[in-house]
Each structure stands twice: as structure tokens, then as C-alpha cells.
């Protein structure tokens, strides 16, 4: 029977690189050859660690300071003298266990003892860190149900512990905050690294102030409302009709509500909620230096190209909506509009044709014309929705451009009046929208425009952008 513990053992030694140079170099230490190869066979055929483990274990002292119970074990079952290397199967399982139980608590010590020191060096990890040590502690443990004798625990968790760095065994069970599976999650869970800018409630009053007016310039009505509104608080502190702003109000409504900044300015300076529709600034919350700020913001905003550009345009809307609605003599109007309408060709069927989509203002109309037709008949169409249009094109007032191009291209409207809607590039679709001019398209009537203001060239067979102007 032992001859074939021996064998087993020999087996199992040899697949772990277990040689008797290993054993003789234990043996001659003074421990006892069986214990120093099971040792071995714990430490994965480390002889350092094996001669460590017998040393720091207790009952693993030099085979002179053994016990007799194995021996008279042994020796009882075999019916000669007692052999100190003879051992049976269940002794020798028992000092097995002993041998890596007590490597596991020598091991966790090293490791724990290595984590803290590196704690220092890495307090903080990502998210990564913390899913791979998490990742590596549950291998360890799922391991470490299967497997009887828990062999390679010790690698296991030195696997875990470089994987998580900062933390011990014990602790990398325990979820981390820092990971991506927090109870909260979002940005700052995911990309802990990542820094998000400041709310802008959080800025100092001076810099919501700035940051709303600069918001607020495309959008005139709303700067030139709140201009006003602030100004006369200013004027008349005391008045409360002047600290109450009514949100149900049509003139709210219209100038400010969905405006970007509009309410986070009166926020900033001292206004609260009253309910769901109103906001009120209290007679002691009235800030003469916020005023002064927000006045001042606000007519700076007033003298940027965005402040002017959206300001002459609402100006365009408000004219070309006048021109529309047909002005004082509507029957006469009525007319004209109808004389254009006879100009123009009739309409393709669906499907058929270019469509060409015109921007009025607001508004946006549509109609099919075939790929021969020509400019003329798009103006004709235009002069059908407002008869004072074709002449403010030709005057240079007014300019029909192309949006389909980057940057959009103005069209002249009279040198291209006979060319096809192919060769101007609105086939098969064109996009067209009236503006009024700019400074530089009003002067120069010879339609020269520099070539870095073209749009590029599109549709099938259009002819180069030079050729329109």
C-alpha cells in the first residue's frame, strides 16, 4: 500500500518539476523527506517557500522533533519498526491540508502586507482596475469551491491583488464606488478621469450675467425686451409692477419664453418663482450692481454681428410679410399676383420634374417645374405670392439664393432669367430662399463676388458656380 502512495506521490511530483535535488536539498536542512515533498508539491516545487512553510508551520518542525503518531501509525499497519517515511493515505492528507492552509494564511499576510504598501503609491483607480480585480476574485473564489486541496490559492490571489492595487483579498470583495456599477451610475462612474465644466449656477453673478447676454444676442426681441424691463427697474425700484414678470402673458410668450438665457438672467438677478407662471424680484433683493451688469451686457450684445444680423432679418420678415398679406389695396394686388401666375408653365405630375422648395420669411412653399423650364418661370412663381417681390430682386433690394450650395450662392435673377433650372443647379430638387441683400451684393450690380464667398457647384449638368452671378 505505501509502495503505491509512494508511486502517487512520485507521479505527482514529477508533473510539478519536483526533483529529488529539490527533496535533497530540504533533506539536508534536516527536514523529513516525505514532509519536504508534499511541501514542495504546495509551493509548486518552490524551495524556498517549501523550506519557509515547514518552518513557520507548527508540527512542521525537522523530522528529529516529530511526533510518533504517524510512525506508530505506520508501523502498526505495516507490522515492522517504524519507518519515518512510511506514511498512510489519511496522515498524509491531513499534513497535506495543514501545509497549504498554512501556506494560504502565509500567503494572504504577504499579500495583504504588499496591497497596503502600494496603497499610498495608488489611491486612486478607474474603472477598469476595479472590474478586473473584482473579475480576478471571482475566478479565485469559483476556484477555490471546486478545487479539494485549494491548490494554486496563493497565485490566485496574488493575481487578484495586482489586479486591484490599493486593496486586500478581503476588501476586493467588498463592490467598489469607483466602478462602473454603482447604484447612481452615469458620466462620472463610467470615465472617472472625466472632469464636467461648472453649472452655470455655480459661476459668480458677473459671469451668468455675461454668459446670458452673449446667449441671447441671435435673438433680438428678447435682448431689447429685457433692455427695457431692466432699465426701468433701475429707474423705479419701489414700482412693483416693474419687479413682477407675468409668464401667461402674450408679449412673455412671444420675446422671451424658450429664448436661451432669457430666465436665467432674471434668476441672476435676485428673481424667483411664484407659482408656475410668474417670477418676482422682492424690494430688498434689488441689486444695484447686477443691474448695472445686466444693462451693460445687454447693450454690448446689441452691437455684435449676430445682434445686427438677426435684427435685419426680423426687419425682412416684417417687410416681406407686409408685401404678402397684400398691403392697402388688396384687389389691385390680387391682379398683379395673377398676371404672374399666367406666366408660369404648367405644373408637372408628382414624382415628375425638379421640386423646388422656396423660403419666404417663415414660411415654406413648394412647387414641381420641369428640368427645361427656366429662372424666369421660378420668378414668375415668387411674384405669384407677393407681386413687389420680382422688383426688389431685380433693385438688388432682395436676393434669391441658393441654400443648396455651401455657402449659400446668391442668384441673379436677371442674367439668369433665360437659363434652364438644370444649368443653374436645381435639378433635380433646389432649395431657394428670399434674403435681403447684403451691403456687398446692393454695390457691386455687375454681380461679381469674390470667389472664396462661392458656393460650390451642384446637381446634374449645372454649369460652375461663376456662371451665376
Avoid at 476574485?137 to 496563493?154: D, M, V
Wanted: with cysteine; proline share 5%.
Amino acid at each position: 500500500m505505501f509502495r503505491k502512495i509512494r508511486d502517487q506521490v512520485d507521479a505527482a511530483s514529477a508533473a510539478l518539476g519536483i526533483g529529488d535535488e529539490k527533496i535533497r536539498s530540504l533533506t539536508q536542512m534536516g527536514f523529513d523527506r516525505e514532509r519536504a515533498r508534499h511541501a514542495l508539491d504546495a509551493t509548486d516545487g518552490n524551495v524556498d517557500r517549501a523550506a519557509d512553510l515547514l518552518l513557520a508551520s507548527g508540527g512542521l518542525r525537522p523530522h528529529q522533533q516529530r511526533g510518533g503518531r504517524l510512525q506508530r501509525q505506520a508501523a502498526s499497519a505495516s507490522g515492522t519498526a517504524a519507518d519515518p517515511i512510511d506514511v498512510d493515505g489519511d496522515d498524509g492528507d491531513q499534513m497535506r491540508r495543514a501545509m497549504e492552509e498554512s501556506l494560504r494564511i502565509e500567503e494572504e499576510r504577504r499579500v495583504r502586507a504588499a496591497t497596503e504598501a502600494s496603497a499610498a503609491e495608488a489611491p486612486v483607480r478607474g474603472a477598469a482596475a476595479s472590474n478586473a480585480g473584482r473579475a480576478a476574485l471571482a475566478r479565485f473564489e469559483g476556484q477555490q469551491r471546486s478545487s479539494r486541496g485549494g491548490r494554486g490559492r496563493a497565485a490566485l490571489a496574488r493575481k487578484a491583488g495586482a489586479a486591484a492595487p490599493g486593496r486586500s483579498v478581503r476588501d476586493l470583495r467588498r463592490p467598489s464606488s469607483g466602478g462602473v456599477r454603482t447604484s447612481s451610475g452615469g458620466l462620472m462612474s463610467h470615465h472617472p478621469d472625466v472632469r464636467l465644466p461648472a453649472k452655470l449656477g455655480d459661476k459668480s453673478k458677473e459671469e451668468q450675467l455675461l454668459r446670458c447676454a452673449d446667449r441671447l444676442a441671435p435673438h433680438p426681441p428678447a435682448v431689447d425686451t429685457l433692455l427695457v424691463a431692466l432699465r426701468a427697474i433701475r429707474n423705479d425700484p419701489a414700482n412693483d409692477r416693474y419687479r413682477k414678470v407675468d409668464k401667461t402673458t402674450a408679449g412673455y410668450v412671444r420675446t422671451l419664453e424658450g429664448k436661451p438665457g432669457a430666465e436665467d438672467m432674471l434668476r441672476a438677478m435676485n428673481f424667483r418663482a411664484r407659482g408656475s407662471g410668474e417670477l418676482v424680484l422682492d424690494r430688498p433683493m434689488v441689486d444695484d450692481a447686477l443691474l448695472y451688469l445686466g444693462i451693460s451686457a445687454l447693450e454690448k450684445a446689441r452691437e455684435t454681428d449676430q445682434y445686427k444680423e438677426a435684427k435685419q432679418r426680423v426687419r425682412f420678415v416684417k417687410e416681406l410679410n407686409e408685401i404678402r398679406m397684400g398691403g392697402n389695396d388688396c384687389e389691385a394686388e390680387a391682379l398683379r399676383r395673377a398676371e404672374f401666375i399666367a406666366k408660369c408653365p404648367s405644373e408637372p405630375g408628382a414624382g415628375a420634374g425638379a421640386l423646388i422648395q422656396l423660403t419666404l420669411g417663415d414660411d415654406v412653399v413648394r412647387r414641381r417645374f420641369d428640368a427645361d423650364d427656366v429662372l424666369g418661370d421660378v420668378t414668375n412663381w415668387i411674384g405669384g405670392h407677393g407681386s413687389a417681390i420680382p422688383d426688389q430682386l431685380v433693385a438688388r433690394k432682395y436676393v434669391l439664393m441658393d441654400i443648396n450650395r455651401y455657402p449659400a450662392t446668391p442668384i441673379d435673377t436677371v442674367k439668369n432669367a433665360g437659363k434652364t433650372l438644370q444649368f443653374i443647379g436645381c435639378f433635380p430638387s433646389g432649395r431657394l430662399e428670399i434674403r435681403s441683400s447684403p451691403d456687398d451684393w446692393k454695390k457691386d450690380a455687375s454681380g461679381q463676388i469674390e470667389p472664396a464667398a462661392m458656393g460650390s457647384s451642384r446637381g446634374l449638368g449645372s454649369a460652375p458656380t461663376s456662371e451665376l452671378h
